[in-house]
């Protein structure tokens, strides 16, 4: 059974940058062909997928995120991470880890609240 667990800080300041690490247990994030995903939702708006980074090393993101988002990874940690930069108050949300990619996901974190404020 893979399990993920999202953790980092749960309050970000607007411009700064926002880094969240996943944690995955019961499976391998080198194992082909998976894909890991990091993905969110504001509060009263749909499931957002922000990007993935596969089996292989390689990453691939939202258009509407990839100029200030960067997906990498530990593998002797089996941790993916997340980060966001110049965050403002609209990237507030629950962010998940998911294993899959942007079509399809099996598992998911329980996701980490994520406020911006001052």
């Not at 509407?64 to 990498?72: H, P």
């Not at 089996?78 to 598992?107: I, K, M, W």
Request: hydrophobic letters at 25%; one cysteine or more; glycine letters at 10%.
């Amino acid at each position: 059974q893979v399990q993920l667990q999202e953790s980092g800080p749960g309050l970000v300041k607007p411009s700064q940058t926002l880094s969240l690490t996943c944690t995955v247990s019961g499976g391998s994030i080198t194992t082909h062909y998976y894909y890991w995903s990091w993905i969110r939702q504001p509060p009263g708006k749909g499931l957002e997928w922000i990007g993935y980074i596969a089996y292989s090393g390689s990453t691939a993101y939202s258009p509407s995120l990839k100029s200030r988002t960067s997906i990498s990874r530990d593998t002797s940690k089996n941790q993916f991470t997340l980060q966001l930069s110049t965050v403002t108050p609209e990237d507030a949300a629950v962010y998940y880890c998911a294993r899959g990619d942007h079509y399809y996901s099996d598992y998911f974190g329980q996701g980490t609240q994520v406020t911006v404020s001052s």
